[in-house]
């Protein structure tokens, strides 16, 4: 493993793939109302940190300047595996703190199993103290297990995340009307809206329910811009019953699309964008001429276990 911390030169070693490719998509359910579908190819930026992972954890890991990172997720956190992904390939130390006490004594999922394989250390809590990971004596209790460590929150989303998906929004500029993506902790869109050109703006399609993420978002525009910063909206209709939760009409829309485009579709996040999105163009939401990308912040879960539950997920 490199000793250098990773600065600009070492994740410019990486060789992520950014721009981004964005592809235009033929698709009659668009079409017929005068608009035109673009899949902005965020999944293929790099095989380890996909999509708004590297957007998101670039800056983050910069700012760490090779000091072990600690950070958060649930057991099949796409953030923790890209953290402790992003540690082996650039050499420091991660700490993954798990939801759910419970695990310890279980063996380890696929996901996290591939963390530990990545040197992370897990940490597991109970849900009453992960629940309460931002309260300072708690965070001080978790630090005081390990050295000094930097601290990236759930899902990767602060102000420096939002920073790091501002460049979302340039790559987009003069490209399409409307920029879409799926929201799970509300950095990606925060970054994308402050990115985009007048006249543009950006669409969040939550995944959770309980209606907080306008607050998260306008929470870290202020700490990462001083204020509101590019116009955004939400729509809240297309969750399927919260987060990490399908029904068999979702799963057979994103087989359909996937048969129709050769995409392979990620269910958790990019399935209910592309969804959200097919719905909103027969409601009429997007003038005709109008162009609407759709961000593909990462790649299809693994293959679901006997008992039918997703062998992996993410938070965004």
């Not at 409307?178 to 929201?183: K, L």
Request: include cysteine; charged fraction near 20%.
């Amino acid at each position: 493993m490199p000793a250098t911390p990773p600065g600009p030169s070492g994740l410019a070693r990486l060789q992520p793939v950014l721009p981004s490719p964005l592809q235009p998509v033929e698709d009659d359910r668009f079409a017929r109302h005068g608009v035109q579908l673009l899949l902005k190819r965020d999944d293929l930026i790099h095989p380890d940190l996909p999509g708004n992972k590297w957007r998101k954890l670039a800056p983050n890991l910069l700012a760490a300047a090779g000091r072990p990172v600690l950070t958060f997720g649930g057991a099949y956190s796409n953030h923790l595996r890209a953290t402790a992904a992003a540690g082996r390939l650039l050499g420091f130390r991660t700490v993954g703190v798990v939801r759910g006490d419970e695990l310890a004594h279980r063996p380890l999922n696929p996901s996290l199993a591939q963390c530990a394989a990545d040197g992370m250390r897990l940490h597991f809590v109970d849900r009453t103290t992960y629940r309460a990971k931002t309260d300072p004596q708690v965070l001080a209790g978790l630090l005081s297990a390990y050295e000094e460590c930097e601290v990236i929150p759930e899902g990767g989303s602060n102000a420096l995340a939002a920073q790091g998906c501002t460049e979302l929004g340039h790559e987009l500029r003069g490209a399409a009307g409307v920029a879409a993506v799926a929201c799970g902790t509300g950095g990606t869109l925060a970054g994308l809206a402050a990115g985009l050109a007048p006249g543009q703006r950006a669409l969040g399609v939550p995944v959770l329910r309980g209606g907080f993420l306008g607050d998260a978002v306008r929470g870290l525009q202020h700490e990462a811009f001083g204020g509101p910063a590019g116009v955004w909206s939400l729509d809240e209709r297309f969750h399927f019953g919260g987060y990490a939760r399908t029904t068999p009409a979702l799963h057979a829309f994103a087989d359909d699309f996937e048969d129709r485009h050769g995409l392979p579709v990620e269910r958790l996040y990019v399935a209910k964008l592309l969804y959200a999105l097919t719905v909103l163009a027969g409601e009429g939401a997007f003038p005709a001429g109008t162009a609407v990308a759709a961000v593909v912040t990462g790649r299809p879960e693994p293959a679901r276990g006997p008992s039918g539950a997703p062998q992996s997920a993410s938070s965004r």
